[in-house]
């Protein structure tokens, strides 16, 4: 007699799958529960077409800045000159756009350039002098305040031309309106288009890996799980497209943040370079064992980190219209936070994009929410450093019960 030897997968439980991973799809919940707080709290203010443009704007430039802080931490460094050097490079802009009067297609690379300089002016003592990154970027701190006070005399200098503005206050045109924008309850077709589109298509491609796990007999979550989660995703991504369709549209500065995430996010997750920093700074000695070369990997973060605080300090800039010699001042320390409250470990190896794109929504809606409830800036602090003691507090605890 022959026994049958397939076994099949055997998928885990909805609660305990959801135990597993409370921390991942915590995140996300404690977002909706922020923001449904807010929302009452304010007496609907804060799901208005006009506030949530504006949460996009003024959040922007910290989810950006995210992006690059978690590389850094995973790869179990930090940077605290990140505000310093958006200041700087915001300095410089005006410096060119409105004393040199240059086009805004030839200052905008040579920012990013200067940004990346000014990182990989760090990331050589890091990574090639040995010393502490907490150092070296509290001194950057320090440096790049200075140089942003000697460029620009101590005065603001603006205004910006147009054409530069409309990289943080501009919005993707609608090419599908065909009638009076003015008497319709939607006032961008193109806005609501573009949601439903990438809604149906991160759908599909649920769908798509979901299957192609279970060919290759890869454990999944539950079925209810992943339903549920596609939902709730889907129906607050349409909510989202619909409010946003009914003021303006698309803010440019959006377009740009969701290229970023979506590059940063295939960098993490599938590239060489990205698996290689979460090894790094999972432990250094053996992946440098491995052959893995990680000064060189430690530069290059901080030079990825560089550019992209150039992009934040020309988007704070645009926004502002004007560069001053404190802007940026405090940001490092929002976007630090947002990374933390995301899931990312002050000892390295571990956070991922989306956690970090979270936390810095939960950052940027605490501060909006805030405002509209009108409490001041002290009362604010107080509640965002509690908010960050909570979320680092709750990952270790998961750690120990793990």
């Known amino acids: 007699m022959v026994s049958d030897t397939t076994t099949e997968k055997s998928q885990p439980a909805f609660g305990e799958y959801f135990r597993k991973n409370i921390r991942e799809y915590g995140l996300l919940i404690a977002l909706v529960v922020i923001m449904l707080f807010f929302q009452i709290i304010t007496g609907g203010v804060l799901f208005r077409p006009v506030n949530l443009t504006n949460l996009i704007l003024q959040n922007s430039f910290i989810v950006i ?43 905008v690379p040579l920012c990013l350039i200067i940004g990346g ?76 288009i573009v949601v439903l589109v990438l809604v149906g298509l991160a759908m599909y491609y649920g769908f798509r890996g979901r299957s192609r796990n279970e060919a290759h007999g890869t454990e999944n979550e539950p079925f209810l799980f992943f339903a549920l989660q596609m939902g709730i995703i889907g129906v607050v991504a349409v909510f989202l497209g619909f409010q946003l369709s009914t003021y303006r549209g698309l803010p440019n500065v959006l377009v740009v943040m969701g290229v970023l995430i979506a590059l940063y996010t295939f960098v993490t997750n599938r590239s060489t370079i990205g698996r290689r920093i979460y090894a790094m700074g999972g432990n250094e000695k053996a992946a440098k064992l491995s052959g893995i070369n990680t000064e060189r990997l430690t530069f290059l973060t901080f030079v990825n980190m560089g550019v992209l605080a150039a992009l934040a300090g020309m988007i704070i800039a645009a926004r502002l219209n004007s560069a001053t010699p404190k802007a940026g001042v405090g940001i490092e320390l929002d976007v630090i936070a947002a990374c933390f409250i995301g899931g990312a470990s002050a000892s390295g190896g571990v956070g991922k994009i ?22 001041s800036i002290d009362y604010q602090q107080l509640v965002k450093g509690l908010v960050l003691l909570l979320a680092v507090y709750f990952d270790v605890y998961n750690k120990r019960k793990g």
Not at 362 to 368: D, F, L, S, Y
């Open 65 to 107: 800045m995210a992006l690059g802080m978690l590389l850094i931490i995973v790869a179990g460094h930090i940077d605290l000159s990140v505000g310093s050097i958006a200041a700087f490079v915001g300095g410089i802009s005006a410096i060119m756009l409105v004393k040199f009067g240059w086009h805004f297609s030839i200052v």
């Open 117 to 192: 300089l000014a990182g990989a002016a760090q990331g050589y003592w890091i990574a090639y002098q040995k010393i502490p990154a907490f150092i070296v970027t509290l001194a950057g701190m320090l440096v790049f305040r200075g140089l942003t006070y000697l460029v620009l005399s101590n005065r603001p200098l603006g205004p910006f031309p147009k054409d530069f503005q409309m990289l943080s206050t501009g919005f993707i045109p609608d090419f599908l309106s065909f009638t009076d924008p003015s008497t319709s309850l939607i006032k961008n077709y193109l806005a609501l």
């Open 354 to 375: 989306t956690g970090a794109v979270i936390g810095a929504f939960i950052m940027g809606v605490m501060n909006n929410g805030m405002s509209l409830m009108g409490l």
